[in-house]
């Protein structure tokens, strides 16, 4: 069955300190990868994509993920995070050729300065 | 450009009654999909639109959930009647079209409490 396992429900990390989110996938065939960010008030952003091509992806601010395909595994990196990076973050895939999602569960992430 | 829209953003009602949703999507967006986002878990797809045809409603309750997008811009989605565990924020996105590379951009959301 499909279905995407985001590891960390609940991060808690001071400014400055370094991120990342795990997220693991089961799907069947080639797949494009997503992040997205949900800020406290606000409705789902897309953070970053992959397609295909270099597997390490740079999205906004700041952010980036490496998609392993031997470990079925898109995990999302920040060096060093900033209080306004505090949100909800959901890692979602889905089949080559539709635009069709499956979400992770989220992972809650809390900065303080 | 001018997001998705939805209402009502919230939403409360007794177990049985019936309510609806109205979604509408980026001007241009053949694609528009239906989310229901139970707390604490991801947003589950319900239905998928293609301009006003169904491509995906496999998850979606049809005993008690119905949606339609005529003239494929707006969609509603209905549930009828409404149980203590549809208790949820419905979530309405819509992307370009339906193939890959697009992305799909989400609204507000409409949260619903069933009493």
């Known amino acids: 069955a499909q279905s995407v396992s985001q590891h960390n429900h609940h991060v808690i990390l001071s400014e400055a300190a370094s991120l990342e989110l795990g997220c693991n996938y089961s799907y069947g065939g080639t797949v494009n990868l997503f992040w997205y960010v949900q800020y406290p008030g606000q409705h789902l952003q897309l953070l970053l994509k992959?397609?295909?091509?270099?597997?390490l992806v740079k999205g906004i601010k700041g952010f980036e993920a490496e998609f392993i395909k031997s470990k079925f595994s898109f995990n999302l990196r920040k060096p060093s995070v900033q209080w306004s990076d505090t949100a909800e973050y959901f890692c979602a895939v889905g089949s080559y050729n539709t635009d069709k999602l499956i979400f992770g569960t989220g992972t809650r992430l809390q900065v303080f300065p | 450009e001018a997001g998705v829209a939805q209402s009502p953003r919230y939403k409360i009602i007794e177990k049985r009654q019936s309510v609806a949703f109205w979604c509408n999507p980026i001007?241009?967006?053949?694609?528009l999909y239906w989310y229901q986002q139970i707390l604490g878990q991801g947003p589950k797809l319900l239905i998928q639109?293609?301009?006003?045809?169904?491509?995906?409603d496999s998850q979606l309750p049809k005993d008690r959930f119905s949606a339609e997008r005529l003239k494929g811009v707006d969609s509603t989605l209905k549930i009828q009647p409404a149980k203590l565990e549809d208790s949820a924020v419905y979530l309405c996105?819509?992307?370009?079209?339906?193939?890959?590379?697009?992305?799909?951009?989400f609204g507000p959301g409409t949260r619903l409490t069933v009493l």
């Open positions: 639109f293609q301009n006003n045809g169904v491509v995906d």
């Open positions: 992959y397609f295909s091509g270099d597997p």
């Open positions: 996105a819509s992307s370009l079209d339906n193939r890959r590379g697009q992305g799909q951009f």
């Open positions: 001007s241009g967006h053949a694609t």
